[in-house]
């Protein structure tokens, strides 16, 4: 600044008191403040910051990154702080009443913001009409680690692309202003529509194994229905090695339990049987894949559908997924093969339901020709 002639430099790099008090000055009010803290300026409630919002009164004028944890970061809106400051002298606003406002009160501000709708309501109110215009189900969820929405829909035959609700929101003349706050089409939303396809009847097991020890061999074997839940196997296995006491501590089974119980060789046919031209969802594929492959290849037999990666879906990574987690997520069943089938199959059932709101198209209206039946969906659709 001294070279740019804007600062006055003297003698031993000092400067003139008068030039740094007049850049302060200048500089006042032109740097950026949180929401909370645009709300201590405006001296109400940070709650009550989203009606100064709503009323359109203030607009986000950047953003900056702030670390959530180890492995995540959340996008933290920022306003100007002159900005802030000139909404006090804005006329017709009783500040000091929206001030004093008690805990757990309404505020006053509310009434300002029922001018514009806020960003929430317009949101749900496109993917009510997304869904009812294309007859499918669509999700939105408001995150909280972004600030933002992010939406996805269930893919039909006929149903719109990403491509086209992208140039459909963009065209809106309410949302349309919150675009750049919507994320169309989220991992969450992938996983959601795998889900749905992997609950189709016919379409998929969910596989769980008990074991003599940590990768092991199988003592006990559940296989469940994905679609309806019935159980179609569940079955003691007799192994060719002890049951460790740590395993025996985690699954209650012991040696006398399996004594009498049949090998792996004998319960393999109905496995196969019960897998056949199916996904096998398994809440640990690492797991359970290479303890089955393990045991297939001791009883001396051919693994056939049971060996290629692609015939397997591994509900925990694809649960850590859809929830945005870094970490391993523990299943919580009771550690008996049958019951930790049913539980793994429960999450496969929340991933289904999607996040946030769920939107269903409405029935037409009588006399509208046009029904809006969703087509029926494909497994390439639910992946795209």
């Not at 056939?304 to 990574?317: D, F, K, V």
Request: glycine share 10%; net charge neutral.
């Amino acid at each position: 600044m001294g070279r740019e002639g804007r600062i006055t430099i003297g003698r031993a790099d000092r400067y003139l008191i008068a030039d740094l008090d007049r850049l302060a000055a200048e500089a006042d009010g032109e740097h950026y403040i949180t929401a909370p803290a645009a709300a201590d300026v405006l001296e109400i409630r940070p709650a009550d910051w989203r009606y100064v919002e709503a009323a359109g009164w203030m607009a986000p004028a950047g953003t900056c990154e702030r670390e959530v944890g180890r492995y995540r970061t959340v996008t933290v809106v920022l306003y100007r702080l002159g900005d802030v400051r000139d909404l006090r002298d804005m006329p017709g606003v009783d500040w000091e009443a929206a001030r004093g406002v008690a805990k757990g009160k309404p505020s006053p501000l509310r009434e300002y913001a029922k001018l514009a709708p806020t960003r929430a309501a317009a949101v749900k109110a496109f993917c009510q009409e997304l869904a009812d215009r294309h007859g499918t189900t669509v999700w939105a969820w408001h995150s909280p680690y972004s600030g933002g929405w992010e939406l996805d829909w269930a893919r039909t035959e006929c149903g719109p692309t990403k491509e086209t609700v992208r140039a459909e929101l963009a065209a809106d003349p309410i949302v349309g202003s919150y675009a750049d706050e919507i994320t169309l089409c989220p991992t969450w939303g992938r996983i959601t529509r795998q889900a749905r396809q992997l609950l189709e009847p016919g379409a998929a097991v969910v596989l769980d194994t008990e074991t003599t020890d940590l990768y092991g061999q199988t003592i006990e074997l559940g296989v469940v229905d994905a679609a309806t839940g019935k159980v179609l196997q569940d079955t003691l296995v007799k192994p060719t090695e002890p049951i460790t006491s740590g395993a025996h501590y985690v699954h209650g089974i012991s040696d006398e339990d399996v004594a009498n119980a049949r090998p792996f060789e004998k319960v393999l046919p109905r496995l196969r049987k019960v897998t056949r031209d199916r996904i096998v969802c398994a809440y640990n594929v690492d797991f359970d894949r290479a303890v089955i492959l393990g045991d297939v290849r001791r009883a001396g037999k051919k693994p056939g559908h049971l060996e290629p990666r692609e015939s397997w879906y591994c509900l925990m990574n694809a649960y850590a997924e859809w929830l945005g987690s870094p970490r391993w997520l523990r299943l919580g069943g009771g550690h008996r093969a049958a019951g930790d089938a049913l539980a793994a199959r429960d999450v496969l059932v929340r991933m289904s339901q999607g996040r946030g709101n769920t939107f269903t198209p409405r029935p037409a209206p009588t006399g509208d020709p046009v029904a809006g039946a969703p087509a029926g969906t494909a497994l390439a659709a639910a992946n795209a």
